[in-house]
């Protein structure tokens, strides 16, 4: 999941030349902001933090949302990935620097383990709740898938590299994103859609928006990085922090929220609500 902190992965710290015209925050450039600890540490394991302790304080169940079967999966999925978001930016902000900092092989490991358990987080749970597979059939099932992205994205990069010779070294992570975003709308558009014939319409528009949202942010990452590394735009790392929020500070709270919200149960009758 790691995103935070470089366009030498999806999110980490950039190491590319941009303008450095006009202050950010009381920083002398955005990147320089986008580096710092500010945005890539505590801006983004802040909101996270919090959602665990209001889980700790509720101290009940949150009912049986939108699906009864799955209400036991998403709590424990929730509560896991809350940790791990706060795990992320630590073990590859700080501890990384402890280890040697970027571009050693701490730094590579940690990297690439966490942005695929990115994806994997939002795999495992469009095909946990649009089955017909569950239990560990849907975890492998979403692993699969996760290394479809990094696999389509290292291809096309190299194709385009021998193309073009020139091309920075970074814009594999822009491939990367991009791969990303069409999967998610691609799943969201037709796979998801033919595999919850026989869902709630309520469940249904909530797996196809937690793929819409995933796609949001890979997104924002790519128009971001666009901004950087063909333009050489500062102001591209400010826009990169809106992504990074999304990613880490909003996903699992309104994963949860979504799931469990009284606002949401009374769709769960098919007779309620037509279909997407």
């Known amino acids: 999941m790691s995103r935070a902190t470089t366009v030498a992965s999806p999110g980490r710290e950039g190491r590319v030349s941009v303008s450095r015209r006009g202050g950010a925050l009381g920083f002398e450039s955005w990147q320089a902001f986008y580096e710092s600890d500010a945005q890539g540490l505590y801006g983004v394991i802040a909101l996270p933090l919090a959602f665990l302790v209001y889980l700790a304080l509720r101290g009940r169940s949150a009912g049986p ?12 999925y929730g509560i896991a990935f809350a940790f791990l978001t706060v795990l992320d930016p630590l073990a590859t902000g700080p501890l ?19 942005v695929l358990l990115g994806d994997f987080r939002v795999f495992w749970l469009l095909f946990r709740l649009s089955g017909p597979r569950v239990g560990r059939a849907a975890a492998v099932e979403a692993a699969g898938w996760t290394l479809l992205v990094p ?27 991009l791969c990303f975003t069409v999967l998610a709308l691609v799943l969201r558009a037709y796979l998801l859609r033919a595999r919850m014939g026989s869902a709630s319409p309520a469940l249904r528009r909530f797996v196809r928006a937690v793929a819409g949202y995933a796609a949001l942010y890979y997104a924002l990452w790519a128009i971001s990085d666009t901004l950087i590394l063909v333009f050489g735009l500062d102001a591209g790392w400010a826009l990169r922090a809106v992504p990074n929020q999304l990613y880490y500070a909003w996903y699992v709270p309104l994963v949860w929220f979504g ?18």
């Not at 696999?151 to 994103?177: C, D, I, K, M, Q």
């Not at 799931?259 to 997407?276: E, H």
């Open 65 to 76: 949302g939108l699906c009864a079967a799955d209400a036991s999966f998403v709590r424990r």
């Open 259 to 276: 799931f469990f919200s009284p606002a949401f149960r009374g769709l769960r009758s098919p007779g309620k609500v037509g279909s997407p």
């Open 96 to 114: 990384v620097r402890v280890l040697g900092g970027a571009g050693t092989k701490a730094d590579l490991v940690l990297s690439c383990f966490f």
């Open 151 to 177: 696999a389509a994205a290292l291809s096309l990069h190299a194709g385009l590299g021998a193309a073009y010779p020139r091309l920075p070294e970074n814009t594999l992570w822009l491939v990367y994103e």
